[in-house]
């Protein structure tokens, strides 16, 4: 069976610091994706970056990268730089079958000033 | 700009009543088309995979009678909690997904059941 952990339940960081959220990943499938999105207190879902398991570097997108270790099966996510409006949910997902996802517990992320 | 449009975002109802909450996407022709549900401090866990044209698949646990799926046309699908009880009081959230995309979300709706 397909699972995201997120072994983070919050983190404090100082603005203008990178963070790095946890994530690690289990499944018998060869090709799969794995996603990061932000959800602020709104409750939108907002796509942050995705990692496709035969991708042989490293997704980035402006200031945020997945640091994606296959034989580990982790895909920890960093933002460099933060600000706070960064101060979100953040939730790691995999894509199985049939454009699914399941998702993680989740990283409450708090940005102090 | 969005893609997937959903309304309402915000409802109040009382026990015993149905809600119909409406997904669109906006840009693209979904065949299929997903919804969530995510209780306070909790994760997004799936409900049903909605079909056009044919029946939703109901993940385990969930009620098919009591959340009824309907995708009509390529653009929309609609959930409707039927006889809606307190506990039903969750986020809901639709999303679509298309071949090498990401999937993209709804802004979601928060029902409340008084």
């Known amino acids: 069976a397909q699972k995201i952990t997120q072994t983070q339940p919050g983190m404090f960081v100082q603005e203008k610091e990178a963070v790095t959220l946890d994530c690690t990943y289990d499944?018998?499938?060869?090709?799969?994706?794995l996603f990061w999105y932000k959800q602020p207190s709104s409750g939108e879902m907002i796509f942050l970056i995705y990692?496709?398991?035969?991708?042989?570097q490293n997704a980035t997108e402006g200031r945020y990268s997945l640091n994606f270790q296959k034989a580990r099966k982790s895909a920890n996510l960093v933002i460099s730089a933060s600000q706070l409006g960064d101060s979100a949910m953040y939730f790691c997902?995999?894509?199985?079958?049939?454009?699914?996802?399941?998702f993680g517990q989740g990283t409450r992320l708090t940005i102090n000033p | 700009g969005a893609v997937v449009s959903q309304h309402p975002s915000r409802v109040i109802c009382k026990s015993g009543t149905s809600v119909k909450i409406e997904c669109r996407s906006l840009?693209?022709?979904?065949?299929?088309m997903f919804w969530y549900r995510q209780f306070p401090k909790q994760s997004l866990m799936l409900m049903a995979t909605?079909?056009?044209?044919?029946?939703?698949?109901?993940e385990q646990g969930v009620e098919k009678d009591k959340f009824l799926i309907n995708h009509a046309s390529l653009t929309l699908s609609t959930l409707t909690v039927t006889s809606a009880h307190p506990e039903d009081s969750s986020f809901y959230i639709c999303?679509?997904?298309?071949?090498?995309?990401?999937?993209?979300f709804g802004n979601g709706t928060r029902l409340t059941v008084t």
């Open positions: 997902a995999m894509r199985v079958q049939a454009q699914k996802l399941v």
């Open positions: 499944t018998s499938d060869q090709s799969y994706g």
């Open positions: 990692q496709g398991s035969y991708d042989e």
């Open positions: 840009d693209f022709q979904a065949t299929t």
């Open positions: 909605s079909n056009e044209g044919s029946k939703a698949t109901y």
């Open positions: 999303s679509r997904g298309r071949p090498n995309s990401p999937l993209h």
